[in-house]
T-cell receptor, first 115, second 112 residues
Framework: NAGVTQTPKFRVLKTGQSMTLLCAQD?????MYWYRQDPGMGLRLIHY???????AKGEVPDGYNVSRLKKQNFLLGLESAAPSQTSVYFC??????????????FGPGTRLTVL | GENVEQHPSTLSVQEGDSAVIKCTYS??????FPWYKQELGKGPQLIID?????GEKKDQRIAVTLNKTAKHFSLHITETQPEDSAVYFC???????????FGSGTQLTVLP
């Protein structure tokens, strides 16, 4: 099992460019999440999904879009990147549904710099 | 929404001593409280968690306590080792989507 994987690991964008971050999990988890991590601020939830075809906004959704077309994949898009979106992005997943398990499993992160 | 505060932001201890990190939360509906350890360049990894119907949980050198009345929970690490050096995050969760609200993190350094 690879667990949660993220692509790419690093990326540098210019202001106004667009990109998509890919998250994949092989644990058959229902719920998936995107967080951003900034120095001194912990992790903040951007968007999440409780199942294939569903998405919802988290704490800091502005400037981002997401899609969950397949259960194992959760995509995070930046349509017009801004320097304020320079951050480390983490994807996570958990069983969800009727499962009592709450543990969220995290990917290794994507370090994004917007110039 | 939920707000989680974590203290201290940095903590240095001598190897073999104990370390304590404290968190408070604002929403009494929160019912799940995990602690994550994050090593440099890696994603957070769960080290211990506790549900709101339990007051204390222990796993070898690590323990977590929860005071629902005061809305605070703490991580205790005993007999610290250099490999315990990392950033530790507390979090609180509620709701059917199990979203986590994280504290701001504690950089723990264990001095040999």
């Amino acid at each position: 099992n690879a667990g949660v994987t993220q692509t790419p690991k690093f990326r540098v964008l210019k202001t106004g460019q667009s990109m998509t971050l890919l998250c994949a999990q092989d644990m058959n988890h229902e719920y998936m999440y995107w967080y951003r991590q900034d120095p001194g601020m912990g992790l903040r939830l951007i968007h999440y999904s409780v199942g294939e075809g569903t998405t919802a906004k988290g704490e800091v959704p502005d400037g981002y879009n997401v899609s969950r077309l397949k259960k194992q994949n959760f995509l995070l898009g930046l349509e017009s990147a801004a320097p304020s979106q320079t951050s480390v992005y983490f994807c996570a997943s958990t069983s969800g549904g009727t499962s009592a398990a709450n543990e969220q499993f995290f990917g290794p992160g994507t370090r994004l710099t917007v110039l | 929404g939920e707000n989680v505060e974590q203290h201290p932001s940095t903590l240095s201890v001598q190897e073999g001593d104990s370390a304590v990190i404290k968190c408070t939360y604002s929403d009494s509906a929160s019912n799940y409280f995990p602690w994550y350890k994050q090593e440099l360049g890696k994603g957070p990894q769960l080290i211990i968690d506790i549900r709101s119907n339990v007051g204390e949980k222990k796993d070898q050198r690590i323990a977590v306590t929860l005071n629902k009345t005061a809305k605070h929970f703490s991580l205790h690490i005993t007999e610290t080792q250099p490999e315990d050096s990392a950033v530790y995050f507390c979090a609180a969760s509620m709701g059917s989507a199990r979203q986590l609200t994280f504290g701001s993190g504690t950089q723990l350094t264990v001095l040999p």
